[in-house]
């Protein structure tokens, strides 16, 4: 089974309509990030969660909000999708900072293609 | 946000042929790590350099940090079409703590 799962893997909508990716993952981790990827920019990072209390907005947190409901969930959600929302979107996971690593390894579900007409 | 420049943008080898691609920036990062993205996937981590001018090999993958930590390289000796995919490196810079900085990649494409 995939350690970081995403749903749906691909969404259709229409501009003006609320929309919500989930996140789950097995891997134990605090951390947890959302990005965008479009052609040509990157990833680029929309909000970071380093617990259940902990949010903070990222590069392009602008028309999007999160919820940490656990540990293990964390959803992003487009209050009004616009086109310009269409992209790829990944969650990831990090233990960065605990006693199993030093480093800011990042672990990635399969993500979601968005396409807002 | 410590900008990551990767070059080449795209490359089309044939299969047996080596390759260098390349990660710069001005800045200095605690460790660079590469990842591989295939269509349909998200990235899946290859390797994280942390020391100045460390060398790290993954079967046919040489990865190499710059002495002084703003640079990076990734050699791939005798290519496979298994090897075609987006080539993604990013950096944690010094006492960020939180973010990745991810370049915007080098899409590479092995041909038989």
């Known amino acids: 089974d995939a350690d970081v799962t995403q749903t749906p893997r691909n969404r259709i909508t229409k501009t003006g309509k609320r929309i919500m990716l989930e996140c789950s993952q097995t891997k134990g981790h605090d951390r947890m990030y959302w990005y965008r990827q479009d052609p040509g920019l990157g990833l680029r990072l929309i909000y970071y969660s380093f617990d259940v209390k902990d949010i903070n907005k990222g590069e392009i947190s602008d028309g999007y909000s999160v919820s940490r409901q656990a540990q293990a969930k964390f959803s992003l959600s487009l209050e009004s999708a616009i086109p310009n929302q269409t992209a790829l979107y990944f969650c990831?996971?990090?233990?960065?900072?605990?006693?199993?690593?030093?480093?800011?390894?990042?672990?990635f579900g399969p993500g979601t293609r968005l396409t807002v007409l | 946000t410590q900008l990551l420049e990767q070059s080449p943008q795209f490359l089309s080898i044939q299969e047996g042929e080596n390759l260098t691609v390349y990660c710069n920036s001005s800045s200095v990062f605690s460790s660079l790590q590469w990842y591989r993205q295939e269509p349909g996937e998200g990235p899946v981590l290859l390797v994280t350099?942390?020391?100045?001018?460390e060398v790290k090999k993954l079967k046919r993958l040489t990865f190499q940090f710059g002495d002084a930590r703003k640079d990076s390289s990734l050699h791939i000796t005798a290519a496979q079409p298994g090897d075609t995919g987006l080539y993604l490196c990013?950096?944690?810079?010094?006492?960020?703590?939180?973010?990745?900085?991810f370049g915007k990649g080098t899409s590479l494409l092995v041909t038989p």
């Open positions: 350099v942390v020391t100045g001018g």
């Open positions: 990831a996971t990090s233990d960065w900072g605990t006693s199993y690593s030093s480093y800011n390894e990042q672990f």
């Open positions: 990013a950096g944690d810079s010094e006492g960020s703590g939180y973010a990745l900085n």
